[in-house]
């Protein structure tokens, strides 16, 4: 099993930046990715950023040019820096962890959640 513990978050004037931290403990070597997802209401469930154990990363499309993921190997934490932060940013933001390979990816731990909310 993981854990995953996230801290961070929090409401932001529009323009603003906010950074997200994402701690994992457990079975580490049973996990080869690490991400957020973000959800707001109403809306899909949307995968915004991901690293890889090797360290690379992929965004969405949204998102790309104003967020940044990066990883701390030796803490075992990942980081989603937000910066110029829209109002259609604002969500649940859950960390996520789990495996890839040649078959696809499956994500099979979660972080309990972080409200960003984003005020215009």
């Known amino acids: 099993q993981v854990q995953l513990v996230e801290s961070g978050g929090g409401l932001v004037q529009a323009g603003g930046s906010l950074r997200l931290s994402c701690a994992a403990s457990g079975s580490i070597d049973s996990i080869n990715i690490m991400g957020w997802y973000r959800q707001a209401p109403g809306k899909q469930r949307e995968l915004v950023a991901t690293?890889?154990?090797?360290?690379?990363?992929n965004y969405a499309d949204s998102v790309k040019g104003r967020f940044t993921i990066s990883r701390d190997n030796a803490k075992n934490t990942i980081y989603l820096q937000m910066t110029s932060l829209k109002p259609e940013d604002a969500a649940v933001y859950s960390c996520t962890a789990g495996y890839y390979s040649d078959y696809g990816t499956l994500y099979n731990y979660w972080g309990q959640g972080s409200q960003v909310t984003v005020s215009s």
């Open positions: 690293v890889t154990s090797g360290g690379s990363t």
